[in-house]
């Protein structure tokens, strides 16, 4: 090929940079069809694999900082896969794995993408709390019959806004409504109103959610932000700003809340949810005896026993991440989702408090997935689409941070 055929540069800068930009708008759009997910394949999964395929296409790259998170999740899927062979009636069990390894695969895209430029957090932030607060307040509505169809928002007398399930709902407003707190400690004060706003739905929704889970893991992020901004800022008067407006925070959804239980309706099942021991949690076969049960089990099955198949043989679904990984995915799913956690949560750490553009994301999502981590005990979260985010934003700044430091290194030896 001639010189003459070849694009110059400067022409191909452009270009480039303009998929760039349309790409990191997909990728905005996709985040924000997370908070739709009515049934399974949802639009997100749809949308999402186009986009990694298109991705693909234009060079999308694992460096090694990503790579360990790409080898756990495939040895993870592999474990689930296993679980398979054991099955005498697959059913919808291959879709069901099928939707398991395009998550795994967009946590590894996530980290992939925020590697490579690190201002798609803010992006991918602004699209998650812009779904937040129309999922929310769909919810809200739905709750108090203000909409039509007002009952495709509700289950079982709860809000759970363009979801399946009140459960899942709740916790996907942690990190929205952590991201807006984060924005009124540290943010000028004029655009406070939009962001107390944006607060004050998401919380309501969250409580209108009835999920206990999702009260003790907004109640654990708020404490736990105020907490880690406390030990990073040095500024005595900034610690006052923080301590002021967090309380001052506290009082007004304090308030909001008390008005919303004066409803006969809210303040009955509140009460009612409020109870530490529901009667399917300590009753016979209920979700504390079959997690014993179901981990006695496990561990004469190395395989597992294949998704969705706990259910056939208990009452309910486990509840359980880690009874969820013995029995969907083996001994070799749980082993890797272990590590997964174990290495995802030290990255986290290590880098928490140091001072750079992607550090309020990290911390955010650092604090959001300890949270999910917690809940996980009495709740399945392996098919929760911004728990694979959650994985992929706190991998991607890990591997900003080593790129950084290569960078740093390589200029001082210059």
Not at 84 to 96: E, F, K
Not at 136 to 144: P, R, V
Not at 165 to 182: C, E, I, Q, R, T
Not at 320 to 334: A, R, V
Request: charged share 10%; proline share 4%; aromatic share 12%.
């Amino acid at each position: 090929m001639s010189t003459a055929s070849v694009p110059h540069p400067a022409v191909i800068r452009p270009q480039l940079a303009t998929v760039s930009i349309v790409g990191s708008g997909l990728v905005a759009l996709a985040v924000f069809s997370s908070g739709f997910v009515i049934a399974e394949p949802a639009p997100y999964e749809v949308f999402l694999t186009g986009l990694i395929g298109l991705w693909a296409l234009f060079g999308l790259r694992i460096s090694r900082a990503t790579a360990p998170l790409l080898a756990l999740l495939i040895l993870f899927m592999i474990g689930g896969i296993l679980s398979l062979t054991v099955m005498a009636d697959l059913s919808d069990a291959p879709i069901y794995m099928a939707v398991s390894g395009f998550l795994a695969l967009s946590a590894v895209f996530f980290a992939a993408i925020i590697e490579e430029r690190h201002r798609r957090l803010q992006l991918i932030f602004d699209a998650w709390v812009a779904a937040a607060v129309i999922t929310a307040l769909l919810g809200i509505l739905g709750y108090f019959g203000a909409i039509p169809g007002a009952s495709s928002f509700t289950l079982y007398d709860r809000a759970k806004g363009a979801f399946q399930d009140p459960n899942v709902f709740g916790p996907f407003l942690a990190a929205p409504a952590l991201y807006l707190l984060y924005g009124l400690l540290t943010q000028p004060i004029q655009r406070a109103p939009l962001k107390i706003a944006g607060l004050l739905v998401l919380t309501l929704g969250v409580f209108l959610s009835f999920s206990r889970a999702a009260w003790a893991l907004n109640l654990f992020g708020v404490l736990a932000l105020v907490f880690i901004m406390l030990l990073k800022e040095r500024s005595g008067l900034f610690r006052l700003r923080i301590l002021v407006l967090a309380l001052c925070g506290i009082l007004f959804i304090a308030a909001a809340l008390a008005v919303a239980l004066q409803s006969e309706q809210v303040s009955s099942l509140f009460s009612n949810r409020t109870q530490l021991v529901q009667d399917y949690d300590g009753g016979h076969l209920g979700r504390f005896a079959r997690h014993r049960i179901g981990f006695l089990m496990s561990m004469e099955k190395p395989l597992g026993i294949g998704p969705m198949v706990f259910s056939t043989i208990f009452p309910e679904d486990e509840h359980n991440i880690w009874l969820k990984c013995l029995t969907s995915y083996g001994w070799l799913g749980f082993a890797a989702y272990v590590t997964l956690i174990l290495w995802t949560l030290s990255l986290g750490f290590r880098f928490l408090l140091l001072d750079r553009p992607w550090q309020p994301y990290l911390m955010i999502a650092w604090i959001t997935l300890i949270g999910h981590v917690g809940i996980g005990n009495v709740i399945d979260t392996d098919h929760w689409r911004h728990f694979y985010m959650l994985l992929g934003v706190i991998w991607g700044c890990a591997a900003l941070e080593y790129r950084s430091r290569r960078q740093a290194r390589a200029h001082r030896l210059a």
